[in-house]
T-cell receptor, first 114, second 113 residues
Framework: NAGVMQNPRHLVRRRGQEARLRCSPM?????VYWYRQLPEEGLKFMVY????????ESGMPKERFSAEFPKEGPSILRIQQVVRGDSAAYFC????????????FGPGTRLTVT | GDSVTQMEGPVTLSEEAFLTINCTYT??????LFWYVQYPGEGLQLLLK?????DKGSNKGFEATYRKETTSFHLEKGSVQVSDSAVYFC????????????FGAGTRLFVKA
């Protein structure tokens, strides 16, 4: 039973380019969460999605960042016109249902903006 | 708002030493509390959890007790191993509903042979 998968594991972008981060939740999980981890800091919640719906995006920057979780395919976190401050590790987690206590994390995507 | 405060690291111990990592929380409701562990280059893994006051979570020799009176959830292990070297995150989630989990800043543990 595969765990949460994220790709790419490492992504390098120049300032102004777009970054697309993908997350495939565990089989049977329909709830996805995105977190950002800056160097030497904890995880900060960004967005919570269910299939085709954004439930809570209170942690998402208002500009340049967007997320989706389509009916088919992985969840996508998209960062437009990246800046150096976007360099971080981005983690995706999934859970099977609304009552689940535990979230299962992917290995993360490390974004470096040059 | 809800928040988690944990002791700053890094914590450096010799093998077989006793480990305590302090964690306190602030929450408006009745949170569930968690410890997650992150090994180098990997994502977070749930280490243990407790869902109500006085519950003790335990796993792989680690323990933590949900103390409502002191709003704490300190992580302990009687005898650490080199393989325990990692970053440990205390976290809380209020209520059910699949909403966001609030994480502490993490405590890095180094265990020397």
């Amino acid at each position: 039973n595969a765990g949460v998968m994220q790709n790419p594991r490492h992504l390098v972008r120049r300032r102004g380019q777009e970054a697309r981060l993908r997350c495939s939740p565990m089989k049977g999980h329909s709830h996805v969460y995105w977190y950002r981890q800056l160097p030497e800091e904890g995880l900060k919640f960004m967005v919570y999605l269910q299939k085709e719906n954004i439930i809570d995006e209170s942690g998402m920057p208002k500009e340049r960042f967007s997320a989706e979780f389509p009916k088919e395919g992985p969840s996508i976190l998209r960062i437009q016109q990246v800046v150096r401050g976007d360099s971080a590790a981005y983690f995706c987690a999934s859970s099977p249902d609304v009552l689940s206590e535990e979230q299962y994390f992917g290995p993360g995507t490390r974004l470096t903006v040059t | 708002g809800d928040s988690v405060t944990q002791m700053e690291g890094p914590v450096t111990l010799s093998e077989e030493a006793f480990l305590t990592i302090n964690c306190t929380y602030t929450a408006t409701g009745y949170p569930s509390l968690f410890w997650y562990v992150q090994y180098p280059g990997e994502g977070l893994q749930l280490l243990l959890k407790a869902t109500k006051a006085d519950d003790k979570g335990s796993n792989k020799g680690f323990e933590a007790t949900y103390r409502k009176e002191t709003t704490s959830f300190h992580l302990e292990k009687g005898s650490v191993q080199v393989s325990d070297s990692a970053v440990y995150f205390c976290a809380l989630k209020v209520g059910t509903g699949g909403f966001k989990t609030i994480f502490g800043a993490g405590t890095r543990l180094f265990v020397k042979a």
